[in-house]
Each structure stands twice: as structure tokens, then as C-alpha cells.
Nanobody, 124 residues
Framework: QVQLVESGGGLVAAGASLSLSCAAS????????MGWFRQAPGKEREFIAT????????DYAESVQGRFTISRDITQNAVHLQLNSLNPEDTAVYYC?????????????????WGQGTQVTVSS
């Protein structure tokens, strides 16, 4: 079993940056993937980015490509999400998740363990 704890959310102005972190407890195997999702009020949970734990390969949603960067720290068992050029449409609860599958698709159902989420609010 894997437990995930996110940190780093907050309230920022449009154009600002934030850095989110997710600490994982439990063994993360090379074939796992770590992902970030977000959910705004009244909307479905949305895929943001994923990183393959072993290879470090990354994939992003088009809505954040070029603005957000996902990375991993194998020694710390952590995954990070750097959010740049934030706009009010990025306001949501951001969740970290782990998929036990090799090369999962981008749907939330592909991910097996979830953190509690961290709120990101971007003011206009």
C-alpha cells in the first residue's frame, strides 16, 4: 500500500508560480507512474501530468503543457509539480496519485492510491 501527502498549495495572483510536492510512503517500483490531477468545483477530476517512476518519462495535458513541470526525486520518494504562469482557470484542488500499472492511460481510474489534495487558488 502507498500513502501520499501533498503540500505546497495556496493563494496566488495570476501570473505567479507555485510548487507542489507529494511525499510517498511505501515502496514505489520502477513500473509505477506518479500523476497529478486537479478538480475544480462542479467539474470532474482532470488529468494534469504523469511521470514514469523508473524512466522519468513525462506526459502532460494540453491545458498545462509548457506551463507545468512534473519531476520526481527517487531518493526522497517524492514527486513535484512546478506551476508557472498561473491563471484563475487553474484554481482547483490538486491531487497526487500513483498507478501500479505500467504505462497507464490518463484517466483517474488508472490510478490506485490518492492523496488528500491541496488547494490552489489563483486570483485575477
Amino acid at each position: 500500500q502507498v500513502q501520499l501527502v501533498e503540500s505546497g498549495g495556496g493563494l496566488v495572483a495570476a501570473g505567479a508560480s507555485l510548487s507542489l510536492s507529494c511525499a510517498a510512503s511505501g515502496r514505489i517500483f520502477d513500473w509505477y507512474s506518479m500523476g497529478w490531477f486537479r478538480q475544480a468545483p462542479g467539474k470532474e477530476r482532470e488529468f494534469i501530468a504523469t511521470i514514469a517512476w523508473g524512466s522519468g518519462r513525462t506526459d502532460y495535458a494540453e491545458s498545462v503543457q509548457g506551463r507545468f513541470t512534473i519531476s520526481r526525486d527517487i531518493t526522497q520518494n517524492a514527486v513535484h509539480l512546478q506551476l508557472n504562469s498561473l491563471n484563475p482557470e487553474d484554481t482547483a484542488v490538486y491531487y497526487c496519485a500513483v498507478s501500479l500499472r505500467y504505462n497507464p492511460s490518463f484517466g483517474p481510474s488508472e490510478y490506485d492510491y490518492w492523496g488528500q489534495g491541496t488547494q490552489v487558488t489563483v486570483s485575477s
